[in-house]
């Protein structure tokens, strides 16, 4: 029986050090995130304005640059607090999507895209900042790597 414990403890060690290290990994990555530009929309709307659409387009060319250097984007959709709480998540999420469309079918973007919606936003004391998508970029590093798997899909992790 001793002997068995002993084993089991030692094949779990590699474990534990190795879900420290993602961790570390995916914090570093986290960490990394640089907002390109911002695009905002009307109240209930995740219609791009024609503002929005000059936003956008004026970052293009530097998408294209960081997307050359294997950098990955990231398109956090956010609503204002007002409403039901899940009506803002579908809301930002739309957002999120409209500007991904954008970017794809006026400018041919095809970019390591991840897509976020987080409902109403708090953060923001102006109602009007809070409809926003942010334009993110993060730097994905070979340390990064560990997080994708070969079909550079993401494991499900958790920061304590």
Do not use: W
């Not at 929309?41 to 995740?46: D, V």
């Amino acid at each position: 029986m001793i002997r068995f414990c002993f084993i089991l403890i030692l094949t779990m060690l590699p474990i534990t050090a190795f879900a420290d290290k993602t961790e570390e990994q995916l914090k570093s990555f986290l960490m990394s995130r640089e907002v390109l530009e911002q695009v905002y929309f009307e109240y209930a709307s995740e219609k791009l304005t024609i503002l929005a659409r000059e936003n956008i387009d004026s970052i293009v060319p530097d998408l294209k640059s960081l997307a050359a250097k294997g950098y990955l984007f990231r398109l956090e959709g956010f609503s204002s607090s007002d409403g039901d709480n899940s009506r803002n998540m579908n809301l930002s999420l739309s957002r999120a999507l409209s500007v991904s469309h954008y970017l794809k079918g006026q400018h041919d973007l095809n970019l390591d895209v991840f897509l976020t919606g987080y409902g109403g936003s708090e953060k923001s004391r102006e109602i009007e900042k809070s409809r926003r998508v942010d334009i993110a970029a993060y730097v994905k590093p070979v340390a990064a790597a560990a997080l994708f798997d070969d079909l550079g899909t993401v494991e499900k992790i958790s920061i304590k």
